[in-house]
């Protein structure tokens, strides 16, 4: 896949940053957090089309980039959950995080090259309690879950971070040495695009007669 056709594929970011200008009177504070992050995967997209095309490596922005993300989704999925029991375990896992991504990076000076360590790491993680916070809602189906947008975002964070982890594995082999690690560093961009469609579906449903959705499943449990 080109240069070009995966920064436009990436671009499709701008969808549901559309959808939440549009709707944002109506979407609850507790969903700030992936606004954010959506503004700031665009800059990330940008910065990389930029320092791509100056012929420089766009390692630092991804790990920046990844460091950011991890950060706020565990800040989202603690707000979804909405219970004082959970604030041990996300503060343990954020500066879990932190820590790793220090040593990767820092520690060990690896800004200006690709590694797949920390990415699989947190992924995993994100992956995890996604799934846990599915289950959690589906055992209280008081709702439509396809139009619940915790859901639909949950279930976009493990299709994407369950490929992200596919992707660093096949990076790290080389698309030069396996057909299929090739297939699916370059699917990747067709995911981002269908993933920010998720992402624009979720933000569709926020705000409606039922606002704040994760309230009806989470709050006190």
Request: hydrophobic share 55%; proline share 2%; with cysteine.
């Amino acid at each position: 896949m080109g240069v070009i056709i995966s920064f436009v594929l990436s671009e499709a970011i701008i969808i549901p940053i559309i959808m939440a200008l549009i709707r944002f009177k109506k979407i609850g504070k507790a969903y700030y957090p992936l606004l954010i992050l959506l503004l700031i995967g665009l800059l990330s997209e940008l910065a990389s089309f930029i320092c791509i095309n100056a012929h420089k490596s766009n390692a630092p922005v991804i790990k920046v980039f990844s460091l950011i993300e991890c950060c706020i989704i565990l800040y989202q999925l603690y707000l979804w959950r909405n219970s004082a029991r959970y604030i041990r375990l996300f503060t343990v896992l954020m500066v879990t995080c932190i820590v790793f991504w220090v040593v990767e990076v820092i520690v060990f000076k690896n800004l200006n090259t690709f590694s797949p360590y920390f990415r699989v790491f947190y992924a995993f993680i994100i992956v995890l309690l996604c799934i846990n916070q599915i289950n959690s809602m589906m055992f209280y189906q008081k709702v439509n879950l396809l139009k619940n947008p915790v859901f639909i975002i949950c279930l976009a964070f493990i299709i994407f971070f369950l490929y992200q982890i596919l992707y660093e594995a096949s990076y790290f082999i080389g698309s030069d040495e396996s057909a299929v690690a090739n297939k699916i560093i370059t699917g990747f961009g067709y995911l981002n695009f269908f993933i920010n469609l998720m992402y624009a579906a979720g933000i569709y449903f926020m705000g409606g007669s039922k606002d704040d959705l994760y309230s009806h499943y989470f709050n006190g449990k």
